[in-house]
């Protein structure tokens, strides 16, 4: 049980309350997080998820990708997170090379879920055989397509994704075996618009989009950007909401609005 609770009857939203909301087309709203008092704070605003994500390694730990970030530093960045959740359902990523083989990635997802408390894990890329693997230890999985991070190495910058119709097609084949392996949700980032709808609306599990337009069916934004209090360039997708908030909570809350609303992302933070 969680020092920071608020209020013992409120319990942990499920994979089938998100997916509960697409089917009614309620917007569902997700922040990252890395500590327990941000973690408390987004909590209290409703936001409905929580990702715990492997860009701590550059928001929190300074690094400039997220490679070096390590199982052991999610498993410890997880924990402190779902220590002061109440109600946000809660996904972790999988840092770089922690899912080379199935048998790797399921020891480190088992470290995230039974040390960390996340509920779910997020790995990048189409590794339909890993993400099969771990749905069938019952280890639920959250899917990333889009721009991935991890791979920036290969990638050489951080660029839209899916603009030429051979890669829109591929990301919309990926987005089905996906789910085909099990997938309860997938996160799409930098994509153009057209596509995320196109991949949103066919697809029966909830498509979480980071700079990949409204017609996704949630929102997830880097807690830092959102603030404005990270070290880097705030990326055109994400917005700050501190400009026209005075309080950390009202910056939350207008986002979790705006969200919910279909008043975020804008065509200016858009493809
Ligand atoms: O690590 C992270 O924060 C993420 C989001 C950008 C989706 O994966």
Redesign the pocket.
Known sequence: MSQYAYDSTVKPLTVNDLLAMKQRSEKISCL?AYDASFSALIDKAGVDMM?V????GMVVQGYET?LPVTIRDMVYHTRCVSAARQRAFIIA?LPFMSYATPVMAAKNAAKLIQVGGAQMV?LEGARIEIVRFLVDQGIPVCG?LGLL?QLINQLGSYKVQGKEPADAAKMIADAHQLQQAGAGLL?L?CVPASLAREISTQLAIPVIG?GASVDCDGQ?L?LYDMLNIGIGKRPRFSRNFMQDNATIEAAIDAYHQAVKQSRFPTAEHSF
Do not use: A
Request: hydrophobic share 40%; no cysteine.
């Open positions: 990252t990702l994500g492997d860009s701590l997220t990523d997020k990333h991070p996160v980032e980071i997830v880097v």
